[in-house]
């Protein structure tokens, strides 16, 4: 069996590893850099607003993720694949949202004497470490089934799927946990 990988393999390739190690350092980054401001109260109020939205995508997301393993599981490849794309460009979206937030706000801190720290702090915790590795994960498991290479890509499925599921909820678990502390 050969490994040489085709020219669009090594730029796929490529383009999931300058991704997996990019987005980590970009949002390192944004939480050590100055914030943007503004002066206007229309812009501050769509800012304050993306916690919310970016809850909301990542619930989407969730549903999404699930709904696709039932089509594959009831071999409606066409509806599966249009549902992971749609979970794909929904992950994008959450991240320039997310980016686009932490540009420009303060991380709202979890107050040290409530009673749920412990647990928020679990969970938040293991939300960032998978969000990390989940970025890649989910970039190869795609690439294998644009490849059509459906044995490697349900291989990896089985391991991206679980993970990616459980950024998705946590996201909103965490949003619901700390939403009461935001200073707006």
Request: aromatic share 10%.
């Amino acid at each position: 069996m050969s490994t040489t990988n085709t020219p669009a393999e090594k730029k796929a390739k490529a383009f999931i590893i300058a991704a997996s190690l990019l987005i980590p350092v970009v949002v390192t980054i944004l939480y050590m850099m100055p914030k943007i401001t503004t002066e206007s109260g229309q812009i501050r109020l769509f800012l304050n607003g993306l916690p919310r939205f970016n809850a909301m995508i990542n619930a989407a997301t969730a549903v999404i993720l699930i709904l696709a393993v039932v089509a594959i599981r009831n071999k409606r490849r066409d509806l599966h694949e249009r549902l992971m794309t749609t979970a794909l460009i929904l992950s994008v979206m959450f991240l320039l949202s997310y980016i686009a937030y932490h540009a420009t706000s303060e991380s709202t801190p979890f107050p040290k004497d409530a009673p749920n720290r412990a647990l928020y702090l679990f969970i938040l915790l293991t939300h960032i470490s998978i969000s990390a590795i989940i970025v890649p994960l989910v970039l190869i498991t795609y690439s294998k089934a644009l490849a059509e290479q459906f044995d490697k890509h349900r291989k990896i499925a089985r391991i991206t799927f679980p993970l990616w599921l459980y950024v998705t909820i946590t996201g909103v678990v965490v949003y619901f946990m700390i939403a009461p502390y935001y200073p707006f």
